[in-house]
């Protein structure tokens, strides 16, 4: 499968801000370590850094069905370096990777919720608990960079198998 990044972002740390929404930047460079100038800190601080959460990852068709439920989510608003436009939600699991030009990013597992999502405006405290439930399993998918460099927006974007299976002999073990 075959898509575009629609849009690449980053938050760097705001005391007293939460790390979303992410603005749009005009290059997105990600390392081993995550994506340059963006600041997550549960995963700085709870997590280490965890490089199995380096760069989070949202397709427009999340943000669709979000909208259909009438959450009117904007991209960024998840907290995302990634959208990608032309991939359904239903092609990303862990190990899939994602080829955007010479980058190469395997999603290692969902996002889940968190009441930082609580700070969208269209969300706060009232909404909050049906904003969360509404994004259990669909906040985006988390994912570690294999091999770090420049992403820009309308880039192509191609998904394949982390291992692709084996051909099948017809034995069995």
């Known amino acids: 499968m075959t898509g575009t990044v ?17 603005a749009a930047v005009p290059v ?22 965890d490089a199995d959460q380096a760069v989070l990852v949202v397709t427009e068709d999340l943000l669709t069905q979000l909208a259909g439920e009438g959450w009117p989510v904007a991209p960024g608003d998840l907290g995302e370096n990634l959208t990608l436009a032309g991939v359904a939600e239903s092609a990303l699991r862990p190990g899939i990777v994602l080829a955007i030009g010479p980058v190469s990013i395997t999603i290692t597992k969902a996002c889940d919720p968190c009441d930082n999502l609580y700070a969208l ?11 969360l439930k509404a994004t259990v399993g669909r906040r985006g998918w988390y994912g570690r960079v294999n091999t770090p460099g420049a992403i820009l927006p309308g880039a192509a974007v191609h998904l394949a198998p982390a291992h692709p299976e084996a051909p099948a002999t017809g034995l069995r073990g």
């Open 6 to 22: 629609a849009r690449v972002a980053v938050k760097p740390k705001m005391p007293g801000e939460v790390g979303l929404p992410k």
């Open 121 to 131: 405006p269209y969300v706060g405290k009232q909404r909050g608990p049906a904003f």
């Open 28 to 49: 997105l460079h990600v390392t081993a370590a995550g994506a340059a100038g963006d600041y997550n800190h549960y995963r700085a601080t709870e997590l280490g850094g």
